[in-house]
């Protein structure tokens, strides 16, 4: 899984451009830049969209990975999760979600 930073170091070294150089053709600071890089902070879409103009590139390239699952649920599963978020009034993602990170007790879907 990559980080904004890291993907942004990587298009860098391809670019064969430095911090200075991108500070200067993005307008974003060099120390925004580092901090990006360093994994300090994820950048606000409208400075992404600078450096992403300044190397120009597509904004996308910069976004950090999502994790994703692809996991087989029953049809039935799959239901009752639809009716727990209904009335626990949690979008379904955001439940499977807790489900995956915390387990099903520790969310209080469970008892």
């Keep these: 899984m990559y980080t904004t930073g890291d ?3 990587n298009v860098m ?3 064969e451009i430095g911090i200075v150089e991108l500070s ?3 307008g974003v600071s060099e120390r925004t ?3 990006i890089m360093a994994g300090v902070k ?3 879409i409208g400075v992404m969209c600078k450096i992403a ?3 120009g590139i597509c904004v996308h390239e910069l976004c950090a990975d999502e994790e994703s699952y692809a996991v087989s649920v029953p049809k039935d599963t799959l239901a009752k999760l639809i009716v727990v ?3 626990n009034n949690v979008e379904l993602e955001e439940l499977i ?3 995956l990170e915390k387990g099903i007790e520790d969310q209080g879907f469970y008892k």
């Design 85 to 87: 978020s209904e009335i």
């Design 7 to 9: 993907k942004l170091l």
């Design 13 to 15: 070294k391809e670019e």
């Design 97 to 99: 979600n807790c489900i």
């Design 24 to 26: 200067r053709i993005s």
């Design 33 to 35: 830049i580092l901090d």
């Design 42 to 44: 994820e950048p606000e």
């Design 53 to 55: 103009e300044g190397l």
